[in-house]
C-alpha cells in the first residue's frame, strides 16, 4: 500500500492530476494486467516496434495558407488585456 | 423492411415526413435513453428538411438528400457544441467542421444533434459520460455499449436513418452488437479524422453506423476519401454500390477464431455458431484457427491508447477548455485543479496509466514492448486475412447491466477482446446483428483485408439474408 501511495503520488506530478488513495486498487490491477504482457517478450524477439500500422511516411500539410487573414482585422476587443476573437462560441 | 437507401434509389424517401415521425420518437423516447448530448433546434431543422424535400421534386437530390444523421460528439461541429463527452469541453464550440461534416453537408444530409457518448471515447459500456449514461433501449436496464453509444441507441429507437460513430478500440462495433444496429471500424486512413477529438492517434477510425448493412456503406461512401489535410489519411480503392451483393458462400472462406469463441458466454456461442453453419451449408469453407497473439491483445491494446491519451489529453492544460469559471494564482495550480475536477474518473485513470507506461525506467518494459507484439498481431491478421474474413462474435456477452462493470476496470475492458485486434492490425471490421435475445441482441464481427470493405458489405449482406435482421428496432 506505501508503494502504491508512492507510485500514485509520481503519477500524480507526472500526469498533472489529482489522484485519490482509492485509485490505487485500480491503478495496481492494471499494472499487474499490463505485465502479463511479459510473456510475449520471447515471441518478439528481434521484431522492431510498429508505432503506425502502414509504416508509410506520414504526409505532412504543405506549409502554405490556404487564405491569409489579417489577425488585426479579428480583433474586436480587448478584454482584461487578452484578444477577444468573434468566433468563439459564434453560430 | 426497406432500407434507407432503397428509398432513396425509388424516390420513396420524404425528408420532411421522416422528420416529423423522428421528431415524436425523439419527444417520446430521448429523456429515458438519454442518446443526444445536443439536439438541433427543430424549426431549423424542419426548414432543412423541407429545402431538401424542394430539391427532391426538381430532381436534383444529392447522395444523402434530408437523411437524418446523428453525430458522435467528438467530431467537430462549427454550429453545435462538441464536447466529447466531458465537463472539460462543455464549452467547446469548433471554430470549423470535421472533414466528415463537410462531406455530409455536401451530400445534403440533415444533422439532427450530437450524441452521448463515453467520456473521450474512453469506455465500453455508454456509462462514463459527463452528462450521464446512456441506456439501451431494447432493454433499458442495460448498457448500449460504447463509446459511441447515443449512436448506436439513436439508430435502435430510430431518431435518426444513419449515425457517425468513432472507432478506436471497438466503440462502434460494440453499440452495435448491442443495440442490434450496424457499424464499420474502416481501414486506418480510408477516413479523414481531421475534426476529430484525438483518443489514441494510432488506433481510431470515424466510421459509419445505421440499421442496415447497405446503408452502413451508403454512408461509408459519402465519409471516405483522400484527405491532404490529414496526415494519415491515405489513398485508396473507395466503393461503388451498384457494385455491391451478398457474397457467393461457395467463394467464401471464413476463418473463425477459436479463442474469442471460447472466451464468448453461450448464449453469444450459440448464436454465432448457427449463423456460421448455415454459411457452411451454403457452400463456405469455414475453418476454426488459432491466433498466436490473440491472448496479448488486450495488454498490448490498452499500453497503446493510453500512452498515446495521455500525450492528447496534455494539451487540455486549464487555459482555453475550462469556461474561465476557475481562476487559480499560478499556471501549475490552475492546470492540476481544472484538469483534476473536469476529467471523469476513468479518463484520469488512462492518463496516469499513459504517463506511467512511458516513464523512465518503464518505457521499455511496457510501451515498446506492446508496440513490438503490435507488430506480431499485426502480421498475423494480415496473413490470415490476405484469403480469408475473419469472424467471431462482436463482444464475448451479451449487453451487460448498467453498474455492472463500472468498478472494475479488467472486467470492463475484457469486453474488447475480440474487436481490439482490427484497431492494432488497421485492418477494417464490420459487425452486423445476428440475434436478438431476452438477455439483448448479439453480433457478429468480420475482419478482412486492408481496403477489403466491400467484400465485408457483400458477406454483410449474405449473412443478413441468412438471419433476416435487416432494418430491425428496438422502440
Known sequence: ???????????????????????????????????????????????????????????????????QVNIKDLMVEVEEGFVKFPWRGKQ | MTTIYQQLQTGDYDPVEAFEKAWERITRHEKTVNAFITIDDYNKLRVKAEEASKRI????????????????????????????????????????NAYVVERLLEAGAIIVGKTNMDEFAMGSTGEFSAFGPTRNPWDLERVPGGSSSGSGAALAYRAVDLALGSDTGGSIRLPGA?????????????????????????????????????????????????????????????????????????????????????????????????????????????????????????????????????????????GIYNCGSLKMP????????????????EVKRRIAMGVFVLSEGYRDEYYVLATRVRRMVRDEVLGLTRDCIIASPTSPVQPPRLGERISDPLSLYALDLATVTANLAGVPALQLPIATTSEGPVGIQLMARPWGEEDLFNTGLLIEEITGLRGVYAL
Open chain 1, 1 to 67: 500500500m506505501e508503494d502504491c501511495e508512492k507510485t500514485l503520488s509520481t503519477l500524480s506530478r507526472l500526469a498533472r492530476l489529482e489522484l485519490q488513495p482509492e485509485d490505487c486498487e485500480a491503478i495496481e490491477s492494471i499494472r499487474e494486467f499490463f505485465s502479463t504482457l511479459s510473456e510475449a517478450k520471447r515471441l518478439v524477439e528481434g521484431k522492431q516496434p510498429l508505432y503506425h500500422v502502414w509504416e508509410t511516411e506520414s504526409h505532412l500539410r504543405i506549409q502554405e495558407a490556404y487564405h
Open chain 2, 57 to 96: 421534386r426538381s430532381g436534383e437530390p444529392r447522395l444523402l438528400e434530408g437523411v437524418l444523421v446523428a453525430v458522435k460528439d467528438n467530431i467537430s461541429t462549427s454550429w453545435l457544441p462538441t464536447t466529447a463527452g466531458s465537463r472539460m469541453l462543455s464549452c467547446y464550440q469548433p471554430p470549423y
Open chain 2, 178 to 318: 448491442y443495440t442490434a444496429t450496424v457499424g464499420l471500424k474502416p481501414t486506418y486512413g480510408a477516413v479523414s479524422r481531421r475534426g476529430l477529438i484525438p483518443y489514441a492517434n494510432s488506433l481510431e477510425q470515424i466510421g459509419p453506423m445505421a440499421r442496415s448493412v447497405i446503408d452502413t456503406a451508403l454512408l461509408y461512401k459519402v465519409i471516405s476519401g483522400y484527405d491532404p489535410l490529414d496526415a494519415t489519411s491515405i489513398k485508396g480503392p473507395g466503393i461503388e454500390l451498384e457494385r455491391l451483393q451478398p457474397a457467393d458462400p461457395s467463394k467464401l472462406k471464413i476463418c473463425v477464431i477459436k479463442e474469442v469463441l471460447e472466451a464468448s458466454q453461450k448464449q453469444v456461442v450459440a448464436a454465432f455458431t448457427r449463423v456460421i453453419e448455415k454459411l457452411e451449408a451454403n457452400g463456405a469453407d469455414v475453418n476454426y484457427v488459432s491466433l498466436k497473439s490473440q491472448r496479448y491483445v488486450l495488454p498490448t491494446y490498452y499500453i497503446i491508447a493510453m500512452a498515446e491519451a495521455a500525450s492528447n489529453l496534455a494539451r487540455y492544460d486549464g
Open chain 2, 330 to 345: 499560478t499556471w501549475e495550480e490552475q492546470n492540476i485543479r481544472v484538469r483534476s475536477m473536469l476529467f471523469g474518473r
